[in-house]
């Protein structure tokens, strides 16, 4: 039962263009809410995460929305770079710390 | 510099063989993961670790186990390795929840 879905495998944008990039969830004790970013051959890295008591979060050129009524939550980047190719997770984790992955979304920023 | 290290990064072994992964951290963290990375699935829990001593297991802990002996280190152990435990290994350490720290990965082929 995969508690952490992102639909959309894939997602190619223009460079300089707003990339969207979605995720729901289904487990209601989640509270905490993460991206990550990853590139072939090397481990996850740590973008940008949200709390279950804020419904927005701006890091740079990153934002993340969460809509807990809907459980659902949004990455935004804001303008989108060639070096932002990469595949991208989102995870939840309830405050016990056991953190849960979607099946990621594959983002390509044309130049 | 702290950090997380994985070994071996690539390793190929026969069915019904036993494997150990080691993951290895310097951050001093109480909380320690195991997650296996396949096409489709994205990251997918096998065990998990909250401090010495204890265990836990995740999602897909069939045919593995971890031991936590000491804060620094998590071993995964795949007991009987079996074709469908070819994936890509990732450990990750996290001081609290919504942050999480990634290993570089082990490829693991079982032939």
């Known amino acids: 039962d995969q508690q952490v879905k992102q639909n959309s495998p894939s997602l190619s944008v223009q460079e300089g263009r707003i990339s969207i990039l979605n995720c729901d969830y289904t487990?209601?004790?989640?509270?905490?809410f993460l991206w990550y970013k990853k590139y072939p051959a090397e481990g996850p890295t740590f973008l940008i995460s949200?709390?279950?008591?804020?419904d927005k979060n701006e890091d740079g050129r990153f934002t993340v929305f969460l809509n807990k009524s809907a459980k659902h939550l949004s990455l935004h980047i804001v303008p989108s770079q060639p070096g932002d190719s990469a595949v991208y997770f989102c995870?939840?984790?309830?405050?016990?710390?056991?953190?849960?992955f979607g099946a990621g979304t594959r983002l390509t920023v044309k130049p | 510099d702290a950090e997380i290290t994985q070994s071996p990064r690539h390793k190929i072994t026969e069915t019904g063989r036993q494997v150990t992964l080691a993951c290895h951290q310097t951050?001093?963290?109480?909380?320690m993961f195991w997650y296996r990375q396949d096409l489709g699935h994205g990251l997918r829990l096998i065990h998990y670790?909250?401090?010495?001593?204890?265990?836990n297991k995740g999602e897909v802990s069939d045919g593995y186990s971890v031991s936590r002996s000491n804060t620094e280190d998590l071993p995964l152990t795949l007991e009987s390795a079996a074709s469908s435990q070819t994936s890509v290994y990732f450990c990750?350490?996290?001081?609290?929840?919504?942050?999480?720290?990634f290993g570089q990965g082990t490829r693991l082929t079982v032939v």
């Open positions: 951050w001093n963290h109480n909380n």
């Open positions: 949200i709390s279950s008591i804020k």
């Open positions: 995870a939840a984790s309830a405050s016990d710390n056991d953190m849960r």
């Open positions: 487990n209601s004790m989640f509270d905490y």
């Open positions: 670790s909250y401090g010495v001593q204890d265990t």
């Open positions: 990750a350490s996290s001081p609290r929840p919504g942050e999480a720290f």
